[in-house]
């Protein structure tokens, strides 16, 4: 499947919000930062804020940089959060659509303190899903 983008940019605000989640969580690359937001924001079940109108960083990283062994699946996702929130899958209107569950995304993250408070909601999923399947 294509990407949403080819270069993946971000917004000045949440290249501060990665700068700081870089020294308190350890984790020194963007990618794996931007990776986990985007999934975060794909999640959540609201919905998206309006427009976002914020100046551009110097952050950016092509598509493969930010995808990964994932660069197949992240825009199948999108494409399927785009489809179920009734949105139209333009590749125009997917790229936009990207940026904004990205930027959402790293915003989520602004509040984490340390490596322990970002895989936190990934634990507490798994120990309610367990609780379910006794």
């Known amino acids: 499947?294509?990407?949403p983008v080819e270069t993946v940019r971000i917004s000045q605000r949440s290249r501060d919000?990665?700068?700081?989640l870089k020294r308190k969580t350890g984790i020194e690359h963007w990618n794996?930062?931007?990776r986990w937001a985007f999934c975060l924001s794909l999640n959540s079940p609201a919905p998206l804020p309006g427009t976002l109108s914020c100046p551009e960083?110097?952050?950016e990283m092509s598509w493969?940089?930010?995808a990964g062994s994932m660069s197949e699946a992240l825009p199948a996702l999108l494409l399927f959060r785009a489809l179920r929130d009734g949105l139209?899958?333009?590749?125009?209107q997917l790229s936009g659509y990207f940026r904004a569950h990205l930027e959402r995304g790293i915003l989520l993250l602004q509040n984490v303190k340390d490596?322990?408070?970002l895989i936190k909601p990934v634990l507490d999923r798994?120990?309610?899903r367990d609780r379910h399947q006794e």
Do not use: A, G, I, R
């Open 17 to 20: 919000v990665l700068v700081k």
């Open 126 to 128: 798994s120990d309610s």
């Open 88 to 92: 139209s899958v333009e590749t125009e």
């Open 115 to 117: 490596l322990t408070d």
């Open 1 to 3: 499947m294509k990407p």
């Open 32 to 34: 794996v930062l931007c």
């Open 64 to 66: 493969k940089v930010f």
């Open 57 to 59: 960083s110097n952050v």
